[in-house]
């Protein structure tokens, strides 16, 4: 191998070196992980679920790095830049230590290969020690029992949402699902639920293991009173909490989460009320009813399975405009289009399609056609690529109306770009 590669030199060869791009299992990350002696001194909160991840891992790292703490935060996939997988204090992390990282990794695996998720799981850790973080947040990138992220013993886990995504890997029903989420969880350690009906593998799960079940409705409540809230736990009651940052109503139970999550840790990690309520009102992540543009306004959400797609269309509900709303969608071939389709069905006008730039993007004509049999008349547009989706769509907008994209993080990272290009 040519010494010192580049960052995006190192980045294409980890997406050849093992046959499978997806490999769930964790004898081999295990083995390179004793390999380097990675063993985190520090509080390790692993955060899983359907949907909710990336808005419960910033709520924590907000409201922990507002009650002082030195934070590490690992997630996946990014938008933009594979720098923005890894945080340590609220920076991503920089070429010179991603890189460092990858050659110790390479250097200590011998025979042994390595996906690139598992890499970048190896790298963040490697990072969060060398920089000796207070507390590390882990986001799970696929299910949970089998992942990556499960190699370290998490002190309190969370499982923010159950619903049906990635079933080629996980299984076709809740139960299943749930299961394979529920996998995060660690015998007496706090096990934070905030799917208000989780399904029974979860709950089994957890009296089967012996943790400490903290489930929403049960162990921790929330209750929305105009543009406050109060969260109530076992001890904790937290009055007159700002509404988070983000938007939308489901955000509120994915911060109840992150503070469930906080008084279950109260022995190790000291939050108070104001650095909840500062972090409530800082923790952003980009993607989310992300809005960047005005007259018309345009918002990005990554929404890319049905539960996502309900929560989407309900929040575009709660923020209405006095025109149109437009949607530029892309979607993946292995997902359910057609839920995505009929949860947002109601509040799309007129519809731009196109086939994100991976191999495994649906095509916009099949997109197309799974619109049409979803909402008959539909008004659509089919498009190349998201950038020109845009553009058609920013065309024939007026000012009043809206434009949400949507379906894919591949689609809206290409709008992202562009919208920022345009500014």
């Keep these: 191998m040519p010494h010192k590669l580049s960052l995006d030199a190192w980045l294409a060869r980890l997406?050849?070196?093992?046959?499978?791009?997806?490999?769930?299992?964790?004898?081999?990350?295990?083995r390179v992980s004793v390999a380097l002696d990675l063993n985190p001194g520090f509080p390790v909160i692993t955060v899983g679920g359907t949907n909710g991840k990336g808005s419960t891992c910033a709520c924590l790292e907000a409201m922990l790095r507002a009650a002082g703490y030195k934070t590490g935060l690992y997630t996946s996939p990014h938008l933009l830049r594979y720098n923005e997988r890894v945080r340590i204090a609220g920076e991503v992390s920089n070429d010179t230590d991603l890189i460092a990282a990858f050659e110790r990794i390479d250097a200590a695996r011998g025979e042994t290969s390595l996906t690139y998720y598992e890499f970048g799981t190896l790298g963040a850790m490697l990072q969060f020690v060398d920089a000796e973080v207070d507390v590390a947040i882990l986001e799970v990138g696929l299910g949970g029992r089998l992942d990556a992220v499960n190699i370290f013993d998490a002190d309190a886990a969370i499982v923010t949402s159950v619903d049906l995504d990635h079933q080629e890997y996980l299984g076709d029903t809740r139960e299943q699902i749930g299961f394979e989420k529920a996998g995060i969880y660690r015998a007496g350690r706090p096990a934070v639920c905030a799917d208000p009906e989780p399904p029974a593998s979860v709950r089994a799960h957890v009296s089967k293991l012996g943790a400490d079940g903290w489930q929403l409705g049960k162990d921790f409540q929330?209750?929305?009173?105009?543009?406050?809230?109060?969260y109530r736990g076992r001890l904790w009651v937290l009055l007159k909490l700002p509404l988070p940052a983000m938007a939308g109503t489901y955000q509120v139970?994915?911060?109840?989460?992150?503070?469930?999550?906080?008084?279950?840790?109260?022995?190790?990690?000291?939050?108070?009320?104001?650095?909840?309520?500062?972090?409530?009102?800082?923790?952003?992540?980009?993607?989310?009813?992300?809005?960047?543009?005005?007259?018309?306004?345009?918002?990005?959400?990554?929404?890319h399975n049905p539960e996502a797609a309900r929560a989407l269309a309900a929040t575009l509900a709660e923020y209405p405009v006095a025109g149109r709303t437009f949607a530029v969608i892309g979607m993946l071939a292995d997902k359910d289009s057609a839920g995505v389709i009929a949860a947002l069905a109601s509040q799309i006008d007129r519809w731009f399609v196109c086939a994100p730039d991976t191999s495994r993007a649906l095509s916009a004509s099949a997109l197309a056609d799974g619109i049409r049999l979803q909402a008959s008349g539909a008004d659509i547009t089919q498009c190349d690529d998201p950038v020109a989706a845009l553009e058609m769509a920013l065309k024939q907008a007026?000012?009043?109306?809206?434009i949400v994209a949507f379906g894919s993080f591949y689609t809206v990272a290409a709008v992202l770009n562009h919208a920022r290009s345009r500014q």
Aim: charged content about 25%; glycine content about 8%; some cysteine.
């Design 15 to 30: 997406e050849k070196l093992h046959p499978r791009a997806i490999d769930l299992g964790l004898d081999r990350v295990r």
């Design 222 to 230: 929330l209750d929305i009173a105009g543009n406050h809230w109060t």
């Design 253 to 303: 139970r994915n911060a109840a989460g992150a503070i469930a999550v906080l008084e279950a840790l109260q022995n190790r990690l000291q939050v108070d009320a104001q650095a909840i309520a500062t972090g409530l009102r800082h923790a952003c992540v980009e993607g989310r009813f992300q809005r960047v543009g005005q007259r018309p306004e345009l918002v990005l959400d990554v929404a």
């Design 398 to 402: 007026a000012v009043d109306d809206r």
